[in-house]
């Protein structure tokens, strides 16, 4: 059973930091595309970033460039967003995600999802 399990959201200040985690189980994910999404309430879930599965690859969305970094250890099957300088329109659920293919940033395309955690960026 594939599970994706993400950890490290919370409450922060504008212009402060956070890292969020996802752990994956249940499968070699050696070639797959991991990313990363959010959700803020009343709006629709948006890409924030993916990553190949070497780590040279990576994209983002225009909203985060320049504050945040995604990335990967594929001997630990976990992958990373480090989020920093912070603001309120960051708050939202951060999904992780997993891809059996190239890197995309349509949400229908990704194959296994985790549960989601909260981000709060307090002004």
């Known amino acids: 059973q594939v599970q994706l399990v993400e950890s490290g959201g919370g409450l922060v200040q504008a212009g402060g930091s956070l890292r969020l985690s996802c752990a994956a189980s249940?499968?070699?994910?050696?070639?797959?595309?991991m990313g990363w999404f959010r959700q803020a309430p009343g709006k629709e879930r948006e890409f924030v970033a993916h990553?190949?599965?070497?780590?040279?690859?990576?994209y983002y969305a225009d909203s985060v460039k320049g504050r945040f970094t995604i990335s990967r250890d594929n001997a630990k099957n976990t992958v990373y967003l480090q989020m920093n300088s912070l603001k309120p329109e960051d708050t939202a659920v951060y999904y992780c995600?997993?891809?059996?293919?190239?890197?995309?940033?349509?949400?229908?395309?990704?194959?296994?999802w985790g549960q989601g955690t909260q981000v709060t960026v307090s002004s």
């Open positions: 995600a997993a891809r059996n293919g190239g890197r995309i940033t349509t949400h229908q395309g990704y194959n296994y």
């Open positions: 249940g499968r070699t994910f050696s070639g797959w595309t």
């Open positions: 990553i190949s599965w070497s780590g040279v690859g990576t």
